[in-house]
Nanobody, 124 residues
């Protein structure tokens, strides 16, 4: 089964920053996303970008604090996380779709290829 390679994550104090990376060289023309899952909670959409248009979507709870981006060759997907809060603590996953457009970018089922996860812990 295909799996994306993630890096980054770790522990940080509230107000701190972290950057997550995801190798997507095999998926340069596909839409990609970041999801997260906190202990005891369902997996939720964090941010996504449509490959065909560059349109981004963000979870309301991270707007203005998180930024999803890809490098020019679209080989690496990033999630820059600023002003982190304890509620941001979760396992973060990158995901790739099968095409450059997904009709429901906020749904985990739109992305069949996943990374193994990166733990982010925000605490004082």
């Amino acid at each position: 089964q295909e799996q994306l390679v993630q890096s980054g994550g770790g522990s940080v104090q509230p107000g701190g920053s972290l950057t997550l990376s995801c190798e997507t060289s095999a998926y340069t023309h596909r839409s990609v996303a970041w999801f997260r899952q906190a202990s005891g909670k369902e997996r939720e959409h964090v941010a996504s970008v449509q490959a065909y248009s560059g349109t981004t979507d963000y979870n309301d709870s991270v707007k203005g604090r998180f930024t999803i981006s890809r490098d020019s060759p679209k080989t690496t997907l990033y999630l820059q996380m600023n002003d982190l809060k304890p509620d941001d603590s979760a396992m973060y996953y990158c995901a790739a779709a099968l095409s450059g457009f997904v009709s429901r970018p906020l749904r985990a089922t739109s992305y069949p290829v996943w990374g193994s996860g990166s733990q982010v812990t925000v605490s004082s």
